[in-house]
């Protein structure tokens, strides 16, 4: 994060720009998306933002321009709001998330320090991240990712089970199988089929979540053209038709159903309370002539805390990590704490 206005710089630090850095518009609002294969950034095609695997690590850009009643319809470096984020998959190997890292604090670098700095992980990203993606239904979780062998032009037509959560911001996430061991009575699943997709609402979920499902199963439809839309309420799946039920049971069989049933309901949702109290405030300087990680401060975090010249780790624990960058801290102070925040 860095306390200086917003801007696109031409270069600093010494760091060399990375090519795929190249393509973001200068000047102007825009969501660039890259993700790590082979120690390189790869671009992510527009329409495949939100789709994150669980397998790899990946690089954000995004730029908001700042309205000001002004006049001038022009966009310069100082209102543009520049954000980046790196995100890490669940199953992300280390060198991956760390390249994630470097390649971060390096378009940042290439920024003057004028973007604010983010760490996502799956499943606990910030509300600012997952906003980027609300207008395409959320984000979605797939399996699988580059270095398991995951190939870009995989077949998107192959049948996949998905669990929905979230009331507020939707997340999908892709199971490991189309399989009823992997269903739970608490949460409602998409089953996509290409042709058809079929929702099954546990009976112990809630409503939010049946109408999330429903918003999403529509987009998808409407992004395809020829996709119908199946609801199943949990118990009353032989109300479905002939057709449907016999598609359905090709790839969930209701004889498994009561074998296999998962009983477990997960009440996780959005609405988790923010604890100030567990809050612990690392300092990365090298005032001492050595570069050091210190913990400064355990609890709830005024101002008055952080300096200009140093960089900070905030680390509360599930809620997230965040990375705090004075305006007159050196490069080393900032890679440094990206680096501690990362492992953390």
Known sequence: MSESDSGFGGGGGGMELDPAFASIP?????????????????????????????????????????????GSSSTTPSNLIQHIHFWIGSEATQDEAGVAAYKTVELDDHLLGNAVQHREVQGNESERFLSYFKSRGGVTYRQGGIASGFHRHQSTNEPRLFHLKGRHTVRLFEMPAIDWSCISRGDVYLLDLNEVIFIWNGSKSNRYERLQAMQRAKQLRDERGRTNIVIIEDGEEMKMTKDELKLFESKLPLKDKKLNLNETI???????????????????????????????????????????????????????????????????????????????
């Open 26 to 70: 200068k000047n102007k609002s825009c969501l660039c998306i890259w993700r790590v294969e082979n120690f390189k950034l790869v671009a992510v095609p527009r329409e495949s933002h939100g789709i994150f695997f669980k397998g790899d690590a990946y690089v954000i850009y995004h730029a908001e321009e700042i309205k000001k009643s002004t």
């Open 266 to 344: 997960d009440d996780n949702d959005d609405d988790k309370r923010f604890d100030g109290a567990h809050i612990k405030l690392y300092k990365c300087s090298d005032e001492s002539g050595t570069l050091k990680v210190t913990e400064k401060k355990v609890g709830p975090l005024v101002k008055s805390d952080l300096e200009s010249e140093d960089a900070y780790i905030v680390d509360n624990g599930a809620y997230g990590i965040w990375v705090w960058v004075g305006r007159r801290s050196n490069p080393k102070e900032r890679r440094e704490a990206m680096r501690n925040a990362l492992v953390s």
